[in-house]
């Protein structure tokens, strides 16, 4: 089983940067598309940015020029780089596998905790 591990949250300002990242542990891990998603109270967890294996990428709009997806494979880990932040992006921030940038909603691996971030305006 193939757990994830989030870190790098906390509270900024609005217009301020933050870097996410997240671990792929567990036995027999292999690593593919990668994915960033977030869920705001209240709300369905959505998807932020995905990367797949080849290093094609695509966010969600209201992200675009700001977010960053990455990947280090020989770590098994993935980043997201957030610049110009706002207040809407307050949320819990997840990371997974998809099963393919078509399936995004697949995941093969346990969602971990996500790692909570604040924005204040």
């Known amino acids: 089983q193939v757990h994830m591990v989030e870190s790098g949250g906390g509270v900024v300002q609005s217009g301020g940067s933050l870097r996410l990242s997240c671990l792929a542990s567990?036995?027999?891990?292999?690593?593919?598309?990668v994915a960033w998603y977030r869920q705001s109270p209240g709300k369905q967890r959505e998807l932020v940015a995905i990367?797949?294996?080849?290093?094609?990428?695509n966010y969600v709009d209201s992200v675009k020029g700001r977010f960053s997806i990455s990947r280090d494979d020989s770590k098994n880990t993935m980043y997201l780089q957030m610049t110009s932040l706002k207040p809407e992006d307050t949320a819990v921030y997840y990371c997974n596998l998809p099963r393919s940038v078509r399936q995004p909603d697949i995941v093969v691996a346990s969602w971990g905790q996500g790692t909570q971030v604040t924005v204040s305006s």
């Open positions: 567990g036995s027999g891990v292999s690593i593919n598309t």
């Open positions: 990367m797949s294996n080849t290093g094609r990428t």
